[in-house]
């Protein structure tokens, strides 16, 4: 029986409808589930942040309700949702507010690698000041449970990543591994992680893709998306883990250059919805 899959339509003034209608008609898609669009396709970009909100809220309700099974949703402009009122900076936030939790982190997957984020939307300053003992120990742990939830690698070790160039080459260039990422380390340890580091960012994705790691645990949001979307853009999947439903994304935003050429590739939408109805069906397996 083929799952069905809650797809919002996005921001309205970018591609979010256009690749969503492109998608919903793939063979590739219409093979492997039952597509339900929340959000008018058709509908015009006045108080486009108020109405992807709103479609983000009807999916939701939706997916616990039990009505979809998964939900993908296409990209949003953080400054309309702004405008429209909302306190949330993205996705990950409201969704954790919607779905009513709090340790909740971002995971780009691709075939070739995977990685979770410490830090998301903040500024390359602010990084330092919310990086914590606490959050990689967090962002660590719910990697792990769904790399094992979902069984998606027979690897089991993780790798986490340093702050600074050469992991602060003993405090010359920094001292978060020592104050703060070192400790994170040695507690999960200690708690029976199968964790090592921290590695410097220039040479840990590499090992990654060799095999040595089942997934890297990145500190901030282009250390990680810079190497994961040059490697494999069109594969790349936004993973929100920690949510008590599946959610799923294109790697992509809104493209407001393009809007109304007909030229948007949908194939990272395919992607996304392909990774929600095989975490769906993995989960149903369990």
């Excluded at 108020?50 to 039990?66: D, L, N, Q, R, T």
């Excluded at 709090?102 to 990084?127: E, F, G």
Aim: net charge neutral.
């Amino acid at each position: 029986m083929k799952p069905k899959i809650g797809i919002t339509t996005g921001c309205l003034c970018g591609i979010g409808p256009e690749v969503v209608s492109k998608a919903i008609s793939d063979p590739r898609v219409l093979q492997i589930c039952i597509p339900k669009v929340f959000g008018d396709l058709n509908s015009g970009r006045e108080d486009c942040g108020a109405k992807s909100i709103k479609a983000v809220e009807s999916v939701v309700h939706a997916v616990m309700s039990g009505e979809v099974g998964a939900i993908v949703t296409a990209p949003i402009n953080k400054l309309h949702w702004k405008k429209a009122g909302s306190e949330f900076l993205g996705h990950t936030e409201f969704l954790a507010s919607l779905g009513g939790v709090k340790s909740v982190c971002m995971m780009m997957a691709s075939p070739k690698l995977k990685v979770s984020l410490v830090t998301t939307h903040a500024r390359l300053a602010d990084v330092p000041h919310l990086i914590t003992k606490e959050r990689i120990c967090e962002v660590t742990k719910l990697t792990l449970t769904h790399l094992r939830t979902y069984a998606l690698t027979h690897l089991k070790k993780i790798a986490i990543c340093a702050l600074n160039p050469h992991a602060g080459e003993s405090g010359e260039f920094g001292d978060e591994e020592e104050k703060i990422i070192l400790p994170a380390i040695a507690e999960l340890k200690s708690e029976g992680y199968n964790v090592s580091g921290p590695y410097a960012s220039d040479t840990v994705f590499l090992k990654a893709l060799n095999g040595e790691f089942a997934a890297v645990i990145a500190m901030y949001h282009d250390q990680a998306l810079g190497v994961i979307k040059t490697l494999d853009f069109r594969n790349t999947v936004n993973v929100t883990l920690g949510l008590p439903f599946i959610r799923t994304s294109p790697d992509h935003g809104t493209a407001e250059d393009i809007v109304g050429k007909g030229i948007a590739d949908h194939s990272n939408m395919v992607e996304a919805i392909k990774m929600a109805v095989e975490l769906v069906r993995k989960c149903l397996s369990t």
